[in-house]
């Protein structure tokens, strides 16, 4: 039995290109970049960078300086400011 159109449109392609999380960040990095730079174009004392959404730390960072915050922490409550 032949198939339809239709159902050789749903079928995946093997040689398509598969999105992953990487080119999903990008494409959003990027989208984020040109409507900075078109808000930016109509405030003039506003810089792209200042419109841009704010960086958020990686796990590995964000361990690091809580890390960092118990150790001071711990120190501080055995000997003192």
């Known amino acids: 039995m032949p198939e339809s159109d ?5 079928r995946s392609k093997s040689g398509a290109p598969v999105p992953t999380a990487n080119a999903a960040q990008a494409d959003a990095t990027t989208t984020a970049l040109a409507h900075a730079r078109a808000a930016a174009a109509y405030i003039p004392f506003l810089s792209v960078e200042s ?3 704010p960086k958020m730390p990686t796990k590995g960072e964000m361990e690091g300086v809580l890390l960092e ?7 501080d409550e055995y000997f003192g400011n």
């Open 51 to 53: 419109l841009l959404p």
């Open 6 to 10: 239709s159902e050789l449109a749903k």
């Open 69 to 75: 915050l118990r150790k001071r922490a711990l120190v």
